[in-house]
């Protein structure tokens, strides 16, 4: 059913064995390239909710390939700045996760833009990087950052899932989640994602503002498009 708006017949398989895997491969030669990537997106998302530890979904993530572009880097850094698991002051910005490849990430993200002077360490099960660079205060909370285009608001929607995002499925009852510390935070991020045919609903908390969804066709669409 996913693939009734397809021409099938342009799909091909083909495999290569190695010694402790094999790969499938799929070449689809018809006109409509983009439709089939975004319906085969929405699959392996579907497959990562329903096979994936909620863990592994943000190592995942934390592998993406775009830090050689400073002004995507920045963005997704501003992303992850607006959520509940970033401490922020005027001297000091901290940021926690139980994730080692997030951690690792966020680091990456100081590293290019130009800031090296940060420490990482344990407290309890949390890796916990802090940083006192004026610079990255500014950045953290400029309110005129201007993201435009898809390719920067999947950035800054992908970093704010990285910070304080969380995801499961028990029992098939799927459930994302991701906590703002202000509310108009949570608000824009609502509005990028409806741009796209992404439905997220958003919930008022004491000290936070969440947005979530519990419709796995919505889940998979978002991690499709992140």
């Known amino acids: 059913d996913e693939f009734s708006a397809l021409n099938l017949e342009k799909l091909y398989i083909s495999s290569n ?17 983009n439709l089939f990537y975004n319906y085969f997106c929405n699959i392996l998302s579907k497959a990562i909710i329903k ?21 995507l880097v920045k963005i997704e850094f501003v992303g992850y700045c607006k ?8 001297n000091m910005l901290r940021f ?37 660079n004026k610079n990255i205060m500014r950045l953290a909370n400029d309110k005129d950052l201007k993201i435009d285009g898809e390719m920067e608001e999947k950035a800054y ?7 304080s995002g969380s995801i499961n499925n028990p029992e098939n009852k799927y459930h994302i989640e991701v906590i703002f510390k202000q509310r108009q935070d949570a608000q824009n991020v609502i509005n990028m994602l409806q741009r796209y ?8 908390k004491e ?17 499709a498009f992140i």
């Open 17 to 33: 064995s190695f010694k402790i895997y094999d790969n499938v491969i799929l070449h689809y030669n018809g006109n409509d390239i």
């Open 96 to 132: 926690s996760t139980e994730n080692e490849y997030n951690i690792n990430r966020f680091a990456k993200l100081l590293n290019n833009i130009e800031n090296h002077n940060y420490q990482i360490e344990m407290q309890g099960k949390n890796y916990v990087v802090t940083t006192k």
């Open 51 to 71: 096979f994936y530890e909620p863990l592994k979904i943000k190592q995942e993530l934390s592998k993406i390939s775009n830090l050689a572009n400073k002004d």
């Open 157 to 163: 929607i992908r970093g704010c899932f990285l910070g």
């Open 83 to 90: 959520t509940s698991n970033v401490y922020l002051s005027d």
């Open 197 to 204: 045919s992404i439905n997220f609903k958003i919930l008022e």
């Open 207 to 223: 000290n936070s503002t969440s947005i979530y969804s519990k419709d796995g066709e919505e889940i998979s669409k978002f991690l």
